[in-house]
Every structure is written in structure tokens, then in C-alpha cells.
């Protein structure tokens, strides 16, 4: 009789060596020699402290094995993080760089082997996982979100070699700030609006609740006399119990807004109080029932009240400034929250849905800015990711056009209106236009400060772009469009001839948006001037993986690139093999 073999659940880490093939080729006794130092210097000790398992070793690659997924990350984060550092003086064609893969799920047990769907989906993880990344399942993500200090990518549904149900796969992105660390608090009353709650049961409701959020924030940035975290650094704690006052730590505000939205039929009742991040003091708490008609004036009573309790001496007029411009519609005011998601993945599919949306929105209410905005936003995603169709490049202009002629006291309306001209490159002084009025309704934008630092990169203006790169990162430090800040350094300091800075700026940049082939062309400008051409050739390479079509003088010439940098830019890309 066949004895049933042993199971049971264990989080699994498969990793290997990038190349390894390329570097033994190239100097197998040094490469093996330089492994093996690793492996008994750093790799193997680790696994003990972090109470893992060594399953079995290959010449470029591990399996192991732990009891505990949290224990499993924190290995992987370690090394490599160590790694970047051991690899930071060696040259690119020399590095021994890492990939992982991490799942939890059951096992076979077979003497000191494990076997089993677990191990082939944390293999093929580490698959797909960049140099020097981390690749997590979902079953893994969810048991280690927000138990490490480390900031995580949704990569989407994965169809994975030989597995035969998708895998919703998250990645670390290793150039996010630590949560850990500590930020100075501004000189002036800072605040930061977590996502509300959504109590109804109703998963659909979530985009309402979302909203309330959006408009809170929308309206207390307006206040000149607060600093206020943008609300894609507050969302990333969505869905978390959370601790105020490590969250007044990491984004470094001394005040912080939660609450709750309870939605049943047609009433509403939000719930919402404001802390003392540093001494997790209440500050002010408050109820309100109210019918659904009446939501857009409870809005407007939730600032009033929240500003009240952070600066009483703030002029009447200050408040009456923290009122937005309403649709005319609620419906149409509905289709855009649930559009916005996908308007801010910047994506070409996710994009095309929400156009879906926006143009209901628009028949609707032709006049209504935000939708317009974010349609332009859309086609603008679609042009530069989606094969560069010139209808796309047209309507994004068309739909900032019209943005800007309804929403002069929208400050979300503006940037992305002015982004897309921007990007355009025709009408420079319309851009800036726009981005101006968007900061005089809302100094805390860092969105504007985001874009509109690409945009004054490419015209030029480095000193600038590198101002306005640094305030949208100070306004929220964990914000998934910092790549747009980063690629705005990068080409600055490029343009000032900082060509080291420029490339760590133009990694960081690549790091925060892996699927966007413009941050790829200033990091091979950058390194190709510093000389390092076999690496600038690899990293051209990628940019015609993600956009074969791409030719560097189109679109420097699209987007109407500064005469000088965009000289300076053609000469230093030539010589990577990146088409002109």
C-alpha cells in the first residue's frame, strides 16, 4: 500500500541570478568564485536569521523554504537591498543581480524536497520578477501588507507558464521611501485624509466613498495656510488598520482625518474625526445624517468643520475658496468618480474604459471640466503607450481645450489639462498657464507640481523642473505618479550636465513606472554620456521592447524638446542602438 504523502501550507522563495549563463561565459572561474563567496558570506547566513530553510540549490538558483511569508519578504528585501549596494562600484556586464519569486500554498513533502503547485507558482514568479526585484502572489501579498516596511505595485493578472488560473502578482518597489522613516513636519498646519470606510456592504460603493475623500481633499489644499498630503500618498493605506501616529511619521503631517460612509437607500451618514498625529489626540469628531441630494453641501460642511478645528482664525473668505465648481449632474458627478481609477493607471486599457465612462458623463453634462480633463488624460495615455495613433494626440488636445475653458476654479481639471498641452508641445504658454491657475486654487497640488516639472524640463527651464519636481515629491512622498518628478530630474540634470545624478534620477523614475518607455531613454542618455555604453545599449533595448515603433527624434520633436537638450539628448542616445 502507497503511503499519502506528507502536506502542509509554507511560504516558498525561488530565486535566481540574472545571466548567469552570459556571466560564465564570459569568466566562468571568476563568476563561479564570486557566487560562491556570496552565497557562504551573505546569501545562506540570512536564510538561519530569517528561519528559512534551504530546499535545494542549482548553479544559479535557490529554493527555499519558510514558516512564515513575513519572514519570507523580509529575506528577500534584505538581500536585495544588500545587493544594490554590493553592486553600486561594479560594472553593469560584471553585476550578480538577483530575481525573486515569493508564493505561500501547500506542498508535498517528500524526504528533504518539496514539490506542488506552491513551487511552480513562486518558480514562475520569480520569472517574471526584474533584476533585483521581488515578485509576490497575491495569497502572499495580503499576509505581508503592512507588516514590512516596503511599498508594493498591483502588476495585474498574470497568466503564468503552465499554471492554470491567472495570478494576481504585486512587485516592491524598491524606489519608494521606507515607511519607516520619520519626515520633518512643515512649518504650517499639515494634514492627511485617509481613505473613509465604506460601512454600506456594497463593494460597488467603494467609488463613493472614494469621492467624499477626493473632494475633502480637493477643498482643504485650496487653503493656502495648510499643507496637505495629495491623495494618492493618503490612498495608499486603503483597506488597513493603521496606527494615526505612525501615519503622521511616515508622511510627516501633524494632523490626520478618518472616518466612515454609511450609505442605505437614500441617506447618507459619514462619520469623520481629526487627530494629533503625534499624540494620537482627539481634536474634533463629528456625525452627519443627511439625505443623498444634499451630499455636495455636507461635503462643503466637512471642510468648513475640518478647517475650523485646525485654524480658527481663518478668514470666512479662506473657507468660501474651499468650494469647487459642482456638475450639473449627480449621475455625471458618479461616472467620473468611478472613472478616475482608471484614469490615474495611466494605462492604455485601463484608460479606454474609463473613456467608456467619461463619455457618458459628457453627454450628460457637455460643460463639465473633470471629465474632459480626464478624457484628455486618457487619449494623452493612450498616444504615448498605445501606438502613438495622432486621433488619440487630438482628442487629448480637444479635451484639454475645452477643460480649460470650463474649469478655471478646478484645480485637478487644470493640471491634467495643462499636462496634456504641455506634452503637445505647441503651446507652451497655455501649459504654464494652466498649471499657474491650477496652483493659485491649489497650492498643495503636487500633481501640478508633478507634470508641470516634465513640461519645464522639456522646455528647458532645468532650475525649474527641479523646484517643482521637488515640491510635488515633498507634497506626497508615496505618490504613484512621482515617475513623472523623477523623469523631470533626470532630464534637468541631463540638460545641466549633472550626468551621474541624472541617471540615479533616471533609475528611480524606471523603478516607479517599470511599463512606461520614457524614463528608459533618459536613463541610456544619461548612462551613454558617462560612457557606459554596453549598459546604455541595454536599456535602449527596453525601450524598444515596450514600444517597438519608438524613434527618439519623433518625439522630441512631438513633444517640442528645448533646442539644446534636445541636441544633447540625439548625441548622447546615437551611439545605443535606439533609432532615430
Same mark, same amino acid.
Given at each position: 500500500?502507497?503511503?499519502?504523502?506528507?502536506?502542509?501550507? +509554507?511560504?516558498?522563495?525561488?530565486?535566481?541570478?540574472?545571466?548567469?549563463?552570459?556571466?560564465?561565459?564570459?569568466?566562468?572561474?571568476?563568476?563561479? %568564485?564570486?557566487?560562491?563567496?556570496?552565497?557562504?558570506?551573505?546569501?545562506?547566513?540570512? $536564510? %538561519?536569521?530569517?528561519?528559512?530553510?534551504?530546499?535545494?540549490?542549482?548553479?544559479?538558483?535557490? !529554493?527555499?523554504?519558510?514558516?512564515?511569508?513575513?519572514?519570507?519578504?523580509?529575506?528577500?528585501?534584505?538581500?536585495?537591498?544588500?545587493?544594490?549596494?554590493?553592486?553600486?562600484?561594479?560594472?553593469?556586464?560584471?553585476?550578480?543581480?538577483?530575481?525573486?519569486?515569493?508564493?505561500?500554498?501547500?506542498?508535498?513533502?517528500?524526504?528533504?524536497?518539496?514539490?506542488?503547485?506552491?513551487?511552480? $507558482? #513562486?518558480?514562475?514568479?520569480?520569472?517574471?520578477?526584474?533584476?533585483?526585484? =521581488?515578485?509576490?502572489?497575491?495569497?502572499?501579498?495580503?499576509?505581508?501588507?503592512?507588516?514590512?516596511?516596503?511599498?508594493?505595485? *498591483?502588476?495585474?493578472?498574470?497568466?503564468?507558464?503552465?499554471?492554470?488560473?491567472?495570478?494576481?502578482?504585486?512587485?516592491?518597489?524598491? %524606489?519608494?521611501? $521606507?515607511?519607516?522613516?520619520?519626515?520633518?513636519?512643515?512649518?504650517?498646519?499639515?494634514?492627511?485624509?485617509?481613505?473613509?470606510?465604506?460601512?454600506?456592504g456594497d463593494p460597488e460603493q467603494d467609488?463613493?466613498?472614494?469621492?467624499?475623500?477626493?473632494?475633502?481633499?480637493?477643498?482643504?489644499?485650496?487653503?493656502?495656510?495648510?499643507?496637505?498630503?495629495?491623495?494618492?500618498?493618503?490612498?495608499?493605506?486603503?483597506?488597513?488598520?493603521? *496606527?494615526?501616529?505612525?501615519?503622521?511619521?511616515?508622511? @510627516?503631517?501633524?494632523?490626520?482625518?478618518? @472616518?466612515?460612509?454609511?450609505?442605505?437607500?437614500?441617506?447618507?451618514?459619514?462619520?469623520?474625526?481629526?487627530?494629533?498625529?503625534?499624540? @494620537?489626540?482627539?481634536?474634533?469628531?463629528?456625525?452627519?445624517?443627511?439625505?443623498?441630494? *444634499?451630499?455636495?453641501?455636507?461635503?462643503?460642511?466637512?471642510?468648513?468643520?475640518?478647517?475650523?478645528?485646525?485654524?480658527?482664525?481663518?478668514?470666512?473668505?479662506?473657507?468660501?475658496?474651499?468650494?469647487?465648481?459642482?456638475?450639473? /449632474?449627480?449621475? #455625471?458627478?458618479?461616472?467620473?468618480?468611478?472613472?478616475?481609477?482608471?484614469?490615474?493607471?495611466?494605462?492604455?486599457?485601463?484608460?479606454?474604459?474609463?473613456?467608456?465612462?467619461? &463619455?457618458? &458623463?459628457?453627454?450628460?453634462?457637455?460643460?463639465?471640466?473633470? +471629465?474632459?480633463?480626464?478624457?484628455?488624460?486618457?487619449?494623452?495615455? =493612450?498616444?504615448?503607450?498605445?501606438?502613438?495613433?495622432?486621433?488619440?494626440?487630438?482628442?487629448?488636445?480637444?479635451?484639454?481645450?475645452?477643460?480649460?475653458?470650463?474649469?478655471?476654479? *478646478?484645480?485637478?481639471?487644470?493640471?491634467?489639462?495643462?499636462? /496634456?498641452?504641455?506634452?503637445?508641445?505647441?503651446?507652451? +504658454? &497655455?501649459?504654464? #498657464?494652466?498649471?499657474?491657475?491650477?496652483?493659485?486654487? /491649489?497650492?498643495?497640488?503636487? !500633481?501640478?507640481?508633478?507634470?508641470?516639472?516634465? =513640461?519645464?524640463?522639456?522646455?528647458?527651464?532645468?532650475?525649474?523642473?527641479?523646484?517643482?519636481?521637488?515640491?510635488?515629491?515633498?507634497?506626497?512622498?508615496?505618490?504613484?505618479?512621482?515617475?513623472?518628478a523623477f523623469l523631470a530630474l533626470a532630464l534637468a540634470k541631463f540638460? !545641466?550636465?549633472?550626468?551621474?545624478?541624472?541617471?540615479?534620477?533616471?533609475?528611480?523614475?524606471?523603478?516607479? /513606472?517599470?511599463?512606461?518607455?520614457?524614463?528608459?531613454?533618459?536613463?541610456?542618455?544619461?548612462?551613454?554620456?558617462?560612457?557606459?555604453?554596453?549598459?546604455?545599449?541595454? $536599456?535602449?533595448?527596453?525601450?524598444?521592447? !515596450?514600444?517597438?515603433?519608438?524613434?527618439?527624434?519623433?518625439?522630441? +520633436?512631438?513633444?517640442?524638446?528645448?533646442?539644446?537638450? %534636445? #541636441?544633447?539628448?540625439?548625441?548622447?542616445?546615437?551611439?545605443?542602438?535606439?533609432?532615430?
Amino acid at each position: 500500500m502507497t503511503a499519502r504523502a506528507e502536506r502542509q501550507l +509554507a511560504a516558498i522563495l525561488a530565486g535566481d541570478i540574472v545571466g548567469y549563463s552570459r556571466l560564465m561565459g564570459a569568466d566562468e572561474e571568476g563568476t563561479l %568564485a564570486r557566487v560562491n563567496a556570496i552565497r557562504r558570506e551573505f546569501w545562506e547566513p540570512k $536564510v %538561519a536569521e530569517h528561519r528559512g530553510r534551504i530546499v535545494k540549490r542549482t548553479g544559479d538558483g535557490v !529554493l527555499i523554504e519558510f514558516a512564515s511569508v513575513v519572514d519570507a519578504a523580509r529575506y528577500g528585501i534584505e538581500i536585495q537591498r544588500g545587493m544594490a549596494k554590493r553592486n553600486a562600484e561594479v560594472p553593469q556586464d560584471k553585476r550578480i543581480e538577483l530575481r525573486m519569486g515569493i508564493h505561500v500554498g501547500d506542498v508535498l513533502i517528500e524526504e528533504d524536497d518539496i514539490f506542488g503547485d506552491g513551487v511552480n $507558482v #513562486a518558480a514562475r514568479l520569480e520569472g517574471i520578477a526584474e533584476p533585483g526585484g =521581488i515578485c509576490f502572489s497575491r495569497a502572499a501579498f495580503e499576509q505581508v501588507e503592512g507588516k514590512i516596511d516596503a511599498s508594493f505595485e *498591483d502588476g495585474g493578472d498574470q497568466q503564468l507558464k503552465n499554471i492554470t488560473r491567472p495570478v494576481r502578482i504585486y512587485r516592491i518597489n524598491f %524606489a519608494a521611501p $521606507v515607511r519607516s522613516a520619520t519626515l520633518m513636519l512643515p512649518d504650517k498646519p499639515s494634514i492627511a485624509v485617509l481613505p473613509f470606510q465604506n460601512m454600506s456592504g456594497d463593494p460597488e460603493q467603494d467609488y463613493f466613498a472614494d469621492g467624499m475623500v477626493e473632494d475633502i481633499i480637493t477643498g482643504l489644499s485650496r487653503i493656502k495656510w495648510l499643507f496637505v498630503i495629495a491623495r494618492n500618498s493618503s490612498f495608499t493605506y486603503k483597506g488597513r488598520t493603521v *496606527d494615526v501616529k505612525q501615519v503622521g511619521r511616515e508622511l @510627516g503631517v501633524r494632523y490626520v482625518l478618518e @472616518g466612515s460612509v454609511r450609505k442605505v437607500g437614500s441617506r447618507v451618514r459619514i462619520t469623520c474625526q481629526l487627530i494629533e498625529g503625534e499624540t @494620537g489626540a482627539h481634536i474634533w469628531a463629528e456625525r452627519y445624517d443627511r439625505p443623498l441630494d *444634499d451630499i455636495f453641501a455636507l461635503q462643503d460642511e466637512i471642510t468648513l468643520s475640518v478647517v475650523g478645528a485646525i485654524e480658527p482664525n481663518l478668514r470666512l473668505a479662506e473657507v468660501e475658496r474651499a468650494k469647487r465648481k459642482r456638475p450639473d /449632474s449627480l449621475d #455625471a458627478y458618479d461616472l467620473v468618480l468611478q472613472a478616475l481609477p482608471d484614469v490615474y493607471s495611466r494605462m492604455p486599457e485601463q484608460s479606454q474604459r474609463a473613456l467608456r465612462l467619461l &463619455a457618458r &458623463a459628457l453627454e450628460l453634462d457637455p460643460t463639465y471640466a473633470l +471629465a474632459h480633463a480626464c478624457a484628455a488624460q486618457c487619449n494623452h495615455a =493612450i498616444f504615448l503607450r498605445g501606438g502613438q495613433n495622432i486621433e488619440n494626440r487630438k482628442a487629448a488636445v480637444r479635451h484639454a481645450q475645452a477643460a480649460l475653458a470650463y474649469g478655471q476654479d *478646478d484645480a485637478l481639471a487644470l493640471t491634467l489639462a495643462g499636462f /496634456s498641452i504641455g506634452m503637445e508641445g505647441h503651446d507652451r +504658454a &497655455a501649459a504654464f #498657464a494652466a498649471f499657474e491657475a491650477s496652483l493659485a486654487v /491649489s497650492p498643495s497640488s503636487a !500633481l501640478s507640481f508633478m507634470q508641470g516639472s516634465v =513640461i519645464h524640463a522639456l522646455a528647458g527651464d532645468a532650475e525649474r523642473a527641479i523646484e517643482w519636481s521637488e515640491k510635488g515629491l515633498r507634497l506626497s512622498p508615496l505618490d504613484p505618479w512621482r515617475s513623472s518628478a523623477f523623469l523631470a530630474l533626470a532630464l534637468a540634470k541631463f540638460h !545641466l550636465g549633472q550626468d551621474q545624478e541624472a541617471a540615479a534620477d533616471a533609475r528611480k523614475s524606471v523603478q516607479s /513606472s517599470p511599463g512606461f518607455s520614457i524614463p528608459y531613454v533618459a536613463l541610456a542618455a544619461a548612462l551613454s554620456r558617462l560612457g557606459r555604453l554596453e549598459e546604455a545599449k541595454t $536599456v535602449a533595448a527596453r525601450v524598444l521592447e !515596450l514600444q517597438p515603433e519608438f524613434r527618439y527624434s519623433r518625439f522630441l +520633436a512631438a513633444a517640442n524638446c528645448e533646442t539644446k537638450l %534636445a #541636441a544633447a539628448l540625439s548625441e548622447a542616445l546615437r551611439p545605443t542602438g535606439l533609432p532615430e
